[in-house]
């Protein structure tokens, strides 16, 4: 079996559902016999991922600047800040998104079904279509709310991978 098959099935419910709300996503994930922790990471962490891939590889890629780093949770608590490299839920979906984009696993409307659940494609989106300058822009880092306390696994059948970010 292919070590993309659990990620693959996370991205296909997620691309195959746009107009769900996240909750109902989830629920549709867990109902396919996903722990609820890893559809919540799912849901957070691999539009994030596809998102980061896809603007990447855009023309105006080079010139984004994205934070490297993270603040998890939880809603009105104080966050912990954590490097996404050391996530290995985001390394397995990053390395996912990767390999997608290189071997056309998804067409390119369920990559946009996929990235665009991440709220960071949003807001770079807007300015694209704003006409705004990415170079004028530092991002800032991105804050999970939804995410487990625990520590933050891929799902337990992936390979995991410790290669630093490389998007």
Do not use: C, W
Request: charged share 20%; net charge neutral; proline share 10%.
């Amino acid at each position: 079996m292919s070590p993309d098959v659990p990620m693959q099935m996370l991205a296909n419910v997620i691309s195959s559902h746009p107009k769900l709300s996240d909750e109902l996503l989830a629920e549709r994930i867990v109902s396919t016999g996903v722990d609820s922790d890893i559809a919540e990471l799912a849901l957070a962490l691999l539009p994030f991922a596809f998102a980061r891939v896809l603007f990447k590889r855009t023309s105006f890629g080079p010139a984004l600047r994205l934070s490297d780093v993270a603040d998890i949770g939880p809603a009105g608590g104080e966050p912990r800040r954590v490097s996404l490299t050391d996530i290995p839920f985001y390394r397995e979906a990053r390395d996912f998104a990767l390999r997608s984009f290189d071997t056309s696993v998804f067409r390119p409307d369920q990559i946009i079904s996929i990235a665009g659940r991440s709220a960071e494609f949003h807001l770079i989106n807007s300015l694209i279509l704003e006409k705004k300058s990415i170079a004028d822009f530092v991002f800032s880092p991105p804050r999970f709310l939804r995410l487990p306390q625990g520590p933050i696994q891929p799902p337990p059948t992936s390979t995991g991978s410790s290669a630093p970010d490389r998007v």
